[in-house]
């Protein structure tokens, strides 16, 4: 079993910055990707950033430059760091992770934490 654990969510302004990190634990061969998606509410969930276990980097068009997504291999964990934060980033983020070998490979969620942007 593999768990995902995130924490750093909370209230911001407008401009503000945050930094959301994920831990994961359990049986863990190896981390292939991982990311972190939001969803607001109402909407379907997106694709935020993503990291690969060899340090390339993706990023919704709407967070580019804003943004920055790293890993710490050895404590398995992503962070996301948010910068210039706008009320429409505003939604549940939730961690993910693809772990495994290539003949076992299995996809694990985060519970979420909730970011809000407001005055």
């Known amino acids: 079993q593999v768990q995902l654990v995130e924490s750093g969510g909370g209230l911001v302004q407008p401009g503000g910055s945050l930094r959301l990190s994920c831990a994961a634990s359990?049986?863990?061969?190896?981390?292939?990707?991982m990311g972190w998606y939001r969803q607001a509410p109402g909407k379907e969930r997106e694709l935020v950033a993503t990291i690969t276990i060899g340090g390339s980097a993706d990023f919704a068009d709407s967070v580019k430059g804003r943004f920055i997504i790293s890993r710490d291999s050895a404590k398995n964990t992503v962070y996301l760091q948010m910068s210039s934060l706008k009320p429409e980033d505003t939604a549940v983020y939730y961690c993910?992770?693809?772990?495994?070998?290539?003949?076992?490979?299995?996809?694990?969620w985060g519970q979420g934490t909730q970011v809000t942007v407001s005055l």
């Open positions: 359990g049986s863990i061969s190896r981390i292939n990707v």
């Open positions: 993910n992770a693809d772990i495994g070998l290539p003949w076992n490979r299995n996809n694990y």
